[in-house]
Structures are given as structure tokens and as C-alpha cells.
């Protein structure tokens, strides 16, 4: 069956739907948004249904279906649990001409009703022609995921100018490109951005200035996350997938670039060379040449962009040269390693506060605050301490924090060898020599840390000097 596809304007048309369950609720719901005057037939309706009859918002036949209820209906829509009453519907629509549809039966339907990405006013709708629907449903999240929400502010906004539009680009040719360069181009971040009145002007100017001005780049600050993809914003998928040019870290794992667009260059910016990584000068130079020759770069780091990660450095660089910036925040890995071991940072018996620190660097180390290292009441969850684990403790049992104060160490956070080790700060450095803990490693100190033992549920879990054994048991469990 080849189905013509449709897009109806019910505006103050009156249509029925037949059936007073939860499914004709939905029904109706739709037509309503559409503008239609609805009508339900059915003996009883739902408490909300039932509303919207008492509100005025809908119209209620009560009673069996007759097909007198269809006189005067522009389409309908069976929606009840018996099949003989929707084929009865679907026949008396048909002997008036009347579109019918039937839910969940594509052979009674006159017309079917799509899946649908709503981007109002842009909707991109989907079928099977009722062959496999919840295939459809799976072309519809993936258009979900890839399709922009701003695109409908754009459509919105084009619609607003399109007589000028039409009248500044007179030539089919002339329009095309402009539309090329509107989907393209600076105005779709702006409304991205909420940046609305900006993203208007640019447009109205754009068309007085006759030729489409060549497409600046940009460079989207964009977080990657702990690592594992399913925790990838959809901002961050867009952006991926957009990129022309990519930098990453060494951080960003293989399965989070293997989202990106296949033809997207990438740079591993975060690479050793001889020993040494990329200065942060050249990196900005690299992102300021890349976007100036007109490209959408991505620059894409571990966690958050603007959680140790210098991104701020970036962002100000990229401001200060005049380049297009957005930044789009990641998890990051406080919250993905807490999460993934099962620790409620700020779980209300035990933490007041959480504060987020590094002790990168011996001076670093040293220099951290005694109060903040101190403070019972709040977990500390410290970035890049591996190598500095043994002067870390040092420090955190000088400045008051108990011997026996919980400790946690996630060790590649959220990916397939995530390993948490779970111990109190007394044997903490003897702990990482003896699981040869390596980077990237996250500490969190204080009492929150000890329901890792009894709530981690990722990966390996390892509880003072036990044997490691799959996370999700309790570390009392028999693991024979
Ligand atoms: N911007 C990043 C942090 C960069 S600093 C973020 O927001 O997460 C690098 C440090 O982050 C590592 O040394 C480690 O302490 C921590 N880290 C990053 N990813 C991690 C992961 N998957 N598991 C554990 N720690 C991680």
C-alpha cells in the first residue's frame, strides 16, 4: 500500500472521535492543538475527558454510535476496544465520504495517523503505512535526537518575512541560497542562544545586503562527558554531528567520537608529543585558525568544559578574536563517577556541601584551603589526585579530616572497566599502590564515600583490601 502523504489544516472544522477511554483522550488532545471543533461519542468518558466536556472544549454525544454522528464531520476517528464498533464507524464513514481512521488498525483506515516530530511550525511526520510502527517510532527518535529544537523558531521566523523574502530574492536561485545560508548560517545559534532580536536582524540585514555573506565559523565548547555516549547531551550529539573539525582530548573516549559526522576531522589535541602536551596556546591558535576559515568547530573536552578543563581560557581567547562561541555543558566527573558508584554526594545525613577540587601539581596540593580540606560536613571530590594521593592524605588528616573517614576511588568513571575502591583515608595511599590505580581517577573523601560498598552497581567493586567482585553485590555476599 502507498499512502499519499497529507498535512491537514482543521482549523474550526468539527470532527468526532468515537470513544471516551484514555486513547481518545489523546486523539482528541491532538485535534484540539490542530484547531479542530471536536466531538466524542461514547456512553462514558474518562474524569478528564469528562472535564473537557463540563469545560466546553470538547463537545459529548453520549450514547452508542449511530451514524448520525458523522453528519457534518470533516473526519473521525474510531478509538474504541471493540473492533466491530470501528469497523461499523469506519463503514458509515465511507458511505459519506468521510475519513476515517481506526487506531492501531491500518486496514479499517481511510487515513493513518504519522508518527511526528514536532517542530512547530516545521513537523516532519512518519509512517509505515501501519507495516511496523514501532519502526516508525524509532525513525522518530532518531530525528528527535538529531533535529535541532531552534529549528522551529527559525521556520517561525522566516514565516514572519517571507513577503519580504520573496520580494528581496525575486529569483528562485537567489532564494535558495538564502535559505541555505539561514539553515546554515549564524541565525539558527542565535535562537539557539535565545538570542531572538539579534537573530532577527541579522536575518532583515542579510536580505537588504543583497549577496548571502560568506558563513563565519564558530566553535562550540562542547562536553563530552565521563566517557560513556549514553550520557552525551543532545546538544552535544548535534553539535557532533555538525562539526566540521573536531579537537578533543585524550579523555574523550573512542565510543563518544564515534557519534560524531563520519567526515568530520578529527584532532587529538590532548596527545603526548615527546613527552609533552600540546600547549594551550597552540590549541587556541589552532581553534581560532580553523573557525576562520569558515568552519563549525567543535572543541570537545572530558566531563564539562568549564570543570578543569580550561575551557574558560578558550572561551575568552575565541571572544577576544571575535569568533562565534557557544558552550555546552557535559556531565562531569563528580557527578558521573558519584552516580556510577552509587554515592549521593550530598546524601542529607552525612554532607552539607560538596565542593569540586583539584591537587594537580605539589604546589597545588599544598596550597588547598585547610578549612574547606577539614570540614567534616561537606565531601570533598578530587580531580587529577592520583599522583598526589600520598601528600592529599597527608594534608586531609592534618587539617582534622578523621582516620576512618569514608573514601572512594572511581577509577574510569561510567566506562566498561570502571573500578571503584572503597576504604577509609588512613589506608588510602597504601590502597591505590596496591590496586595500581591509574588515571583518569576520581577521589571522593567523607561520608557519603561509604555507600559505595553497599550501593555501587557498575563495574568492579573493591572494599578495603577484599578481592575485587562485580558491583551490584553486597560486599558480604558469597560471589561463588
Ligand atoms: N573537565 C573534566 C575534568 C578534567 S580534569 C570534567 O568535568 O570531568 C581530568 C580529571 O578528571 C582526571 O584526572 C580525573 O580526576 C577526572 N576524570 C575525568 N573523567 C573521569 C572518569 N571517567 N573517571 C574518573 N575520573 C575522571
Given at each position: 500500500m502507498t499512502l499519499y502523504p497529507l498535512f491537514a489544516d482543521l482549523d474550526g472544522l468539527p470532527v468526532l472521535v468515537v470513544g471516551g477511554g484514555a486513547v481518545a483522550r489523546r486523539k482528541a488532545k491532538a485535534l484540539l492543538d490542530a484547531g479542530a471543533r471536536v466531538t466524542v461519542g461514547a456512553p462514558r468518558l474518562d474524569v478528564e475527558l469528562a472535564q473537557w466536556a463540563d469545560d466546553g472544549r470538547v463537545a459529548w454525544r453520549r450514547g452508542e454510535f449511530v451514524?448520525?454522528?458523522?453528519?457534518?464531520?470533516w473526519l473521525a476517528i474510531a478509538a474504541t476496544d471493540e473492533r466491530a464498533l470501528n469497523a461499523s464507524v469506519a463503514a458509515a464513514a465511507a458511505a459519506r465520504r468521510i475519513f476515517a481512521n481506526v487506531v492501531d488498525d491500518a486496514a479499517l483506515s481511510r487515513f493513518h495517523v504519522p508518527a511526528v516530530v514536532d517542530r512547530a511550525p516545521l513537523m516532519v511526520a512518519i509512517s509505515t503505512a501501519g507495516a511496523a510502527p514501532a519502526l516508525a517510532r524509532r525513525v522518530r527518535e532518531t530525528l528527535e535526537r538529531t533535529l535541532d529544537h531552534a529549528l522551529g523558531a527559525l521556520v517561525a521566523l522566516a514565516q514572519r518575512h517571507r513577503a519580504r523574502i520573496v520580494q528581496r530574492r525575486a529569483d528562485l536561485s537567489g532564494r535558495r541560497a538564502f535559505y541555505d545560508w539561514l539553515h546554515d548560517g549564524p541565525v539558527l545559534p542565535l535562537l539557539r542562544n535565545a538570542r531572538q532580536r539579534e537573530a532577527e536582524r541579522m536575518l532583515l540585514d542579510a536580505l537588504d545586503a543583497g549577496t548571502a555573506a560568506p558563513l563565519e565559523g564558530s566553535v562550540a565548547l562542547v562536553g563530552a562527558g565521563p566517557g560513556h555516549p549514553g550520557l552525551l547531551t543532545l546538544q552535544a550529539l548535534r553539535a557532533l554531528n555538525e562539526a566540521d573539525v573536531i579537537l578533543h582530548?585524550?579523555?574523550?573516549?573512542a565510543d563518544v567520537l564515534a557519534l560524531a559526522r563520519r567526515d568530520a576531522e578529527r584532532i587529538d589535541v590532548g596527545k603526548r608529543c615527546g613527552g609533552r602536551h600540546m600547549p594551550q596556546e597552540r590549541i587556541h591558535r589552532l581553534l581560532l585558525a580553523h573557525a576562520r576559515e569558515g568552519r563549525r568547530v567543535v572543541r570537545l573536552k572530558g566531563g564539562d568544559p568549564f570543570v578543569f578543563g580550561r575551557g574558560g581560557e578558550e572561551l575568552a581567547f575565541l571572544r577576544r578574536h571575535g569568533v562565534a562561541c557557544e558552550v555546552v555543558p557535559g556531565i562531569t566527573a563528580a557527578l558521573a563517577c558519584a552516580a556510577f558508584a552509587g554515592i549521593p554526594l550530598t546524601h542529607r545525613e552525612q554532607a552539607q556541601s560538596l565542593c569540586l577540587l583539584t591537587a594537580h601539581g605539589k604546589d597545588d596540593a599544598d596550597a588547598l584551603d585547610g578549612r574547606v580540606l577539614g570540614d567534616r560536613r561537606q565531601t570533598l571530590a578530587v580531580y587529577m589526585g592520583v599522583e598526589r594521593i600520598a601528600a592529599l592524605t597527608d594534608r586531609l588528616l592534618a587539617h582534622?579530616?578523621?582516620?576512618d573517614t569514608p573514601v572512594a576511588i572511581i577509577e574510569n568513571g561510567s566506562l566498561p572497566r570502571q573500578r571503584v575502591i572503597a576504604g577509609v583515608l588512613g589506608e588510602l595511599p597504601a590502597l591505590a599502590r596496591m590496586h595500581a590505580v591509574a588515571t583518569p581517577a576520581l577521589l571522593i573523601v567523607g561520608g557519603v564515600a561509604a555507600c559505595a560498598a553497599s550501593q555501587a552497581w557498575f563495574g568492579e567493586l573493591v572494599v578495603g583490601n577484599a578481592p575485587a567482585m562485580p558491583a551490584g553485590r553486597m560486599p558480604c555476599e558469597e560471589t561463588a
Open positions: 451514524p448520525d454522528w458523522l453528519d457534518g464531520m582530548d585524550q579523555l574523550v573516549s582534622g579530616r578523621a582516620a
